[in-house]
């Protein structure tokens, strides 16, 4: 079963406590909400890898919003655009 969107399990990934890695990879996501914080306030390692954004607007947004993920330590995303990889530092 691929995901389409994230936001209705928003309560029940911020239940869990002790999830500090998370694997969205290849699923059918094409957003993300745009404050993650109180939905993986303990993910540390975090796999969108395969999420398709339409233009370089819906590529910022994403951005913006692993942005927000307080703990994060690791992002596995692929970017072939040199530009998209600096304006994620």
Do not use: C
Request: proline content about 4%.
């Amino acid at each position: 079963m691929k995901i389409t969107d994230i936001e209705p399990l928003e309560s029940f990934f911020a239940e869990l406590k002790e999830l500090k890695d998370i694997n969205l990879e290849d699923n059918e996501i094409a957003s993300l909400p745009k404050d993650m914080s109180t939905m993986f306030p303990h993910v540390e390692n975090l796999n969108i890898d395969g999420m398709d954004w339409a233009d370089d607007d819906d590529f910022m947004n994403i951005v913006a919003s692993v942005k927000t993920i307080p703990n994060l330590k690791s992002l596995y995303i692929k970017v072939s655009d040199q530009e998209r990889i600096h304006s994620m530092l």
